[in-house]
């Protein structure tokens, strides 16, 4: 396991989907580009304008609410879920996908004796700048490196003993697994790992309602599903569940 030192930078969280970011911002200036080559070229009451204008501009909003989400809204929103888990600051907490800290690192600030530990794989395609060094890094920025360790580690096979950690969160990582049965597999991974009692956080976009049939089938209990946000557009969910204390 990796832990962190201290150091005085700002944090960053990175821009989530950045590819796809990249994708809208230039396929939409493309859009208003040709849009605008339409009218010099074909005259002025065009159709070809308002089509390229329209879809360009679509697309280039799209690309704003979409880093306004990781730069902005996903802080508040990781605060309120982590209000909501209430911790004491005793606890073990693992991240499922940290990526470069954002829960993870909000989890440390709320500890005193307890310890943050975060996994990921480290994937690009997923969060720009995403590798181990950032975490730690950011953990630095954020004063909170001595509560902080990362491993590298799939989310489908969990490097710890069963009943390891108070509370397990995970955010916006699950649903970049694409196979239903592996994503069951992960939840599983997360319920093992969790103690008897244990309680459970996890945000996600598209499969929170398929999570909770997994969680519900494996020994869960008292799971509520928010609401949805829009901070990327598609709904995220969130999902607070508890592990049984006993088998029942
Ligand atoms: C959109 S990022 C979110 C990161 C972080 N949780 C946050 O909210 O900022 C998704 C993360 O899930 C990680 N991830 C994807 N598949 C994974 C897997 N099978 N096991 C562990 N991490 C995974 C990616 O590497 C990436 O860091």
Redesign the pocket.
Known sequence: MIAAKQSSSRAD??I??PLFVLELIVFGAIAVSLAIAARAFLGPRQPWFFVGLGSGLSLICTAVVMLWGSKVA?LSL?ERVLQRLDLRGDERVL?????????LIGAAKRLTTGKAIG?????TQ??SG?SPQITLQNARAEGVADRVEIKT????QLPFDGNAFDVVV?????H??YQPNERAQ?LREILRVLKPGGRLGI?DIRHTAEYEVVLRENGVEEIKRSGPSFIFLIPTFILFAKKRSVAT
């Open positions: 969280y990175g989530d989907a996903k990781r991240d499922v996908g940290c990526g470069r800290g954002l829960f996994i990921d794989l480290w994937q997923d969060q995403n580690s799939d989310a489908r995970s955010s916006w990582a699950l970049n697994i992960a945000v």
